[in-house]
């Protein structure tokens, strides 16, 4: 089945620094990728839909110079969190359409858990 | 607008259990999908549903494409189904949901206890 792989699952960094978390379709090409971030006991929010080739589309409220957004290939999107800041602490989410469940059918990696000290 | 609830919003059974979770939406869909969030964060895709029903082990999930309804059901439960269950929908009419198209409940917390 279709699969989605995201690394890494948890992290922790310092104030200032940025983070990259790579979101990769292990078994299908994923033309569409879409960001999410979860606070605890909330649903998901969309961040960004990340198209391959093409720059990101970001959701009202989302600073996309903080958010970095890359899909260079069919495979691979990564999201870039610059400057990091404790307020960015957060589960961050990926998800590709796509696949086998085509394109109605959405499958989601395991999620970050990103700490900022 | 579209929108998705869920009810209940929290639910503590007992091992064993019959459980039933609700989804309603407000106007027509594409598709339909349960997932299931563990405690650790990570999301499975559990069901994508357009009509009637589907069955995957103790896991059955229905769509009442008339009533705009969708149903959750875990037959004799354990307590590794403790999870948020959540319901998405992928409106035909894109209107207040996500450039991804798809409109999520707040989910359901379930604990089964032994």
């Known amino acids: 089945g279709a699969v989605v792989s995201q690394h890494p699952s948890r992290v922790i960094c310092k104030s200032g620094t940025s983070v990259k978390i790579e979101c990769r379709s292990l078994?299908?090409?994923?033309?569409?990728m879409f960001w999410y971030r979860q606070f605890p006991k909330q649903s998901l929010m969309l961040m960004a839909t990340s198209n391959e080739g093409s720059k990101a589309t970001y959701e009202q409220g989302v600073e996309k110079d903080k958010f970095l957004i890359n899909h260079a290939s069919l495979t691979l999107s990564t999201l870039t969190v610059t400057s990091a800041h404790p307020e960015d602490s957060s589960f961050y989410i990926c998800s590709a359409r796509g696949g086998l469940l085509g394109i109605h059918g959405y499958t989601f990696g395991s999620g970050t858990r990103l700490t900022v000290v | 607008k579209n929108e998705v609830e869920q009810s209940p919003q929290n639910l503590t059974a007992q091992e064993g259990e019959f459980i039933t979770i609700n989804c309603s939406y407000s106007?027509?869909?594409?598709?339909l999908h349960w997932l299931q969030q563990h405690p650790g964060g990570g999301i499975v895709s559990l069901f994508m549903?357009?009509?009637g029903k589907k069955k995957h082990g103790r896991l059955i999930a229905t769509i009442n494409i008339q009533e705009k309804h969708s149903s959750l059901h875990i037959t004799a439960s354990h307590p590794r189904d403790s999870a948020v269950y959540i319901c998405?929908?992928?409106?035909?009419?894109?209107?207040?949901?996500?450039?991804?198209?798809?409109?999520f409940g707040k989910g359901t917390h379930l604990i089964i206890q032994p």
């Open positions: 998405a929908a992928l409106f035909q009419m894109y209107s207040g949901g996500g450039a991804d198209g798809l409109t």
């Open positions: 078994d299908f090409q994923a033309t569409t």
């Open positions: 549903l357009s009509s």
């Open positions: 106007v027509g869909i594409s598709a």
